[in-house]
């Protein structure tokens, strides 16, 4: 599995914008896409995933009402709408992809299997 994210940038805080992810290559049926993000000196966490069969998705709170993940089936791409974005939104963004179980109905927060590079988001204040 490939992984190509797309969107990153420099925004004003208050500012919106969009992450894209496409994923090619072997994929199965049963796999979830999410975004990681990691600021300097500190850990890479979630932000946001999505079950790709199903549509069930995760929010880490801090994104909770501001950031929504959606995908394109027919593109097999993951998109991430970041709104409302504040400085300390700023980090490198991952795409990642993991497979699963198909009854699983809730994306898993840890040990994805593949990653995209980086896109730099950047919010000034």
């Known amino acids: 599995v490939q992984l190509q994210a797309s969107g990153g940038g420099l925004v004003q805080a208050g500012g919106s914008l969009r992450l894209s992810c496409a994923a090619s290559?072997?994929?199965?049926?049963?796999?979830?896409m999410g975004w990681f993000r990691q600021a300097p000196g500190k850990e890479r966490d979630l932000v946001a995933a999505i079950v790709w069969a199903g549509g069930g998705t995760y929010y880490a709170d801090s994104v909770k009402g501001r950031f929504t993940i959606s995908r394109d089936i027919a593109k097999s791409t993951v998109y991430l709408q970041m709104n409302s974005l504040q400085p300390e939104d700023t980090a490198v963004y991952y795409c990642?992809?993991?497979?699963?179980?198909?009854?699983?109905?809730?994306?898993?927060?840890?040990?994805?299997?593949?990653w995209g590079q980086g896109t730099l988001v950047t919010v000034s204040s």
């Open positions: 990642a992809y993991k497979y699963i179980l198909p009854v699983v109905t809730t994306p898993p927060t840890t040990r994805y299997d593949y």
């Open positions: 290559g072997r994929t199965f049926s049963s796999y979830v």
